[in-house]
């Protein structure tokens, strides 16, 4: 199995903080793709950003941004200046044909204040 | 725009019973897929279906559970005999694929998802 690993199993960090989480994959495949979803308290898995394995530029979304980096099969997600709101499980994952996606087992993030 | 809606919200059953869930997905999304997620794990594929076609079933579904959706639109996944270890959240996701000048495959956008609880 291709798997998706996320080594950090929770982190805490006071508000204001910059985090990163962390996202190693394993493939056999030439055409990928990679994302994060963020699934908060209420259950619903929200998508936060796809890569394609072509593209290996970093992204910058407001306090997100992405590292992805083929060589060490890596795709981290960074939070600049954390907010209570971030607060929320972050799973990071990888799909192929027919966008069916191997999740990994999710970073908990906690933010305090 | 709405999303994807999945019923019920919670299921609680004995073991033993069926149960069906229901997943609307988003309406111009040609592709539906489920997905199960126990405590602590992230979600793992169960089966997608592009238009009414099944086109890939995980090992992890049992000949206990099916899946359909007869017209495209909406799907529904039913468990027979449930067993406590089928207890978990279900979750269903549509993506929208096209492949008219150039392929295009969206995200997949998920639904809030059915927390199964068998006793």
């Known amino acids: 199995a291709q798997k998706v690993t996320q080594a950090q199993t929770e982190i805490s960090v006071v508000e204001k903080e910059d985090v990163t989480l962390d996202c190693v994959y394993e493939?056999?495949?030439?055409?990928?793709?990679l994302f994060w979803y963020k699934q908060p308290p209420s259950g619903e898995l929200v998508f936060l950003i796809r890569r394609n394995s072509f593209d290996e530029q970093n992204e910058i979304s407001g306090r997100y941004s992405w590292n992805f980096q083929k060589s060490t099969s890596s795709f981290n997600f960074t939070i600049t200046a954390s907010q209570v709101v971030d607060s929320a499980v972050y799973f990071c994952?990888?799909?192929?044909?027919?966008?069916?996606?191997?999740f990994g087992t999710g970073t908990q993030l906690k933010v305090e204040l | 725009d709405t999303g994807v809606s999945q019923d019920p919200r919670h299921k609680i059953t004995k073991r033993g019973q069926n149960v069906t869930f229901r997943c609307d997905p988003i309406?111009?999304?040609?592709?539906l897929y489920w997905y199960r997620q126990t405590l602590g794990q992230g979600p793992e594929f169960l089966t997608y279906f592009q238009n009414e076609a099944q086109l890939e079933k995980s090992r992890l579904l049992s000949d206990r559970f099916s899946a359909e959706r007869p017209k495209g639109s909406f799907s529904t996944l039913e468990i027979q005999r449930t067993e406590q270890g089928d207890s978990a959240m279900y979750l269903c996701a549509s993506s929208a694929t096209r492949t008219a000048r150039g392929s295009y495959n969206s995200p997949l956008h998920f639904g809030n998802g059915t927390r199964l609880t068998v006793t």
């Open positions: 994952a990888r799909g192929g044909g027919g966008n069916k996606l191997t």
């Open positions: 309406s111009e999304h040609n592709r």
């Open positions: 493939t056999r495949d030439t055409t990928y793709y």
